[in-house]
Every structure is written in C-alpha cells, then in structure tokens.
Nanobody
Framework: QVQLVESGGGLVQAGGSLRLSCAAS????????MGWYRQAPGKQRELVAT???????NYADSVKGRFTISRDNAKNTVYLQMNSLKPEDTAVYYC????????????WGQGTQVTVSS
C-alpha cells in the first residue's frame, strides 16, 4: 500500500514562508503525477500545484508566483515552497499521487495544517 506522509505545516505570519514535504513509500517515478491540494474550513478541496514525472508543473492562479512545487527523485519526496503567504492560504494541505493505466489510481496523504495569521 502506497503511503504519502506530509510534513512542514505550521503557524506563520502573513508574508512569511513555509516548505511542505511529501515523502512517498516507494519511488515517485512510479507515479505519473504528484501534487498538492488544500481544503479550507467549509470549502471544497482545491488544486494548488502539480508536477508530472517529466517535470511539467501546473499552478492554481491564486498561488502563481508565490508557490513552487519541486521533486527530489532520490529522496522520493515532493516539496511545496510557499512564499509571501496570505491568511487566505490557511487550509489543510494534502499530497496526492496518481497512476494512469487502464484506470487512474489516486493516493492521498493525511494532510498537514497551514495557518497564516494576519
């Protein structure tokens, strides 16, 4: 069973930075794409950023220019560097991994809380 373990969340003031990590229990080369999603209280889970096995990235408009997704294949880890944080970035951040085959298989981490104070 694939495990994704997030870390790096916490409380930070507006304008500050955090780096989230997502460590996978197996080689991240085995996933076609990995990404970060977030869910704020009372809201639906939304895409933050994704990165493919080939290194292509995609960002939500709300985080473009502030967040950077990256991967370290040797460490089987995906990162989300978050700069210039805003109170509206407050949410639980989840790591996701997808495999595409006859059907798409999706794995989720347990989430890590990010709280940005004003």
């Amino acid at each position: 069973q694939v495990q994704l373990v997030e870390s790096g969340g916490g409380l930070v003031q507006a304008g500050g930075s955090l780096r989230l990590s997502c460590a996978a229990s197996e080689s991240i080369f085995s996933f076609n794409a990995m990404g970060w999603y977030r869910q704020a209280p009372g809201k639906q889970r939304e895409l933050v950023a994704t990165i493919t096995s080939g290194g292509s990235t995609n960002y939500a408009d709300s985080v473009k220019g502030r967040f950077t997704i990256s991967r370290d294949n040797a460490k089987n880890t995906v990162y989300l560097q978050m700069n210039s944080l805003k109170p509206e970035d407050t949410a639980v951040y989840y790591c996701r991994a997808d495999r595409y085959g006859l059907a798409r298989i999706t794995y989720w981490g347990q989430g890590t809380q990010v709280t940005v104070s004003s």
